[in-house]
């Protein structure tokens, strides 16, 4: 059984479009996240969202959108699509204090 | 705000051998937590170990133990026996013991990437 699952693993699409990722876990945690990895491996928090309440919103642009239908899924809407958004955006999920449980990341590609 | 650095970009080990990969982080807390996370060519995101500061004991799993200096915040990663599969990107990452709000964000340092040779 898949932990954290995102979907899709790959997505190609042209500058100025929209594009949303999906992110479900089956843990029962109660905080879910958002990171973006850029062209350097660089891992940095976007978003956090506990019990459906948004928690932890870093400086990201306004074309940058998550949305929580339930505890169990953290979607990420991202309008207007640039080519600096060309990234791996992972989602991950934890409990309390405990450690993070990662997606298997969707490496966004903008032409 | 709390920092990570990972100061070795790339690192290289023969198989069966034992490598050390170093993190320092800054930090104005008292207690925290750090990780190490392992990034195969998968680009999964595979938790290694975790150390809880207020642990004066260095955590180990299998293969692979940690040096934790608190004073010096310093967090290295031993990993003994070499295999092929280790290779991968591994990264330090901190993260609050504080409940709510920003502190229960990772952040990362940037990385070093083990290569594992015959």
């Known amino acids: 059984d898949t932990a954290v699952s995102q979907t899709p693993k790959y997505l190609v699409t042209q500058m100025g479009n929209d594009k949303s990722i999906k992110c479900e876990q089956n843990?029962?945690?109660?905080?879910m996240y958002w990171y973006k990895q850029d062209s350097k491996k660089f891992l940095k928090i976007m978003f956090s969202?506990?019990?459906?309440?948004?928690?932890i919103n870093e400086t990201v642009p306004n074309r940058f959108s998550p949305k929580s239908p339930d505890k169990a899924h953290l979607n990420l809407h991202i309008n207007s699509l640039e080519l600096g958004d060309s990234a791996v955006y992972f989602c991950?999920?934890?409990?309390?204090?405990?450690?993070?449980?990662f997606g298997p990341g969707t490496r966004l590609t903008v032409t | 705000a709390q920092t990570v650095t990972q100061s070795q970009p790339e690192m290289s080990v023969q198989e069966a051998e034992t490598v050390t990969l170093s993190c320092t982080y800054d930090t104005s807390e008292s207690d925290y937590y750090l990780f190490w996370y392992k990034q195969p060519p998968s680009r999964q995101m595979i938790l290694v170990i975790r150390?809880?500061?207020?642990?004066?004991q260095n955590a180990t799993e299998n293969r692979f133990s940690v040096n934790f200096q608190k004073a010096a915040k310093s967090f290295s990663l031993k990993i003994s026996d070499s295999q092929l599969g280790d290779a991968a990107m591994y990264f330090c990452?901190?993260?609050?013991?504080?409940?709510?709000?920003?502190?229960?964000?990772?952040?990362f340092g940037t990385g070093t990437r083990l290569q594992v040779t015959l």
């Open positions: 150390q809880e500061a207020y642990k004066q």
């Open positions: 990452a901190y993260r609050s013991v504080r409940s709510g709000g920003t502190a229960s964000k990772l952040t």
């Open positions: 991950a999920s934890s409990q309390d204090n405990y450690e993070q449980y």
């Open positions: 843990l029962g945690h109660d905080t």
């Open positions: 969202y506990n019990n459906k309440e948004l928690i």
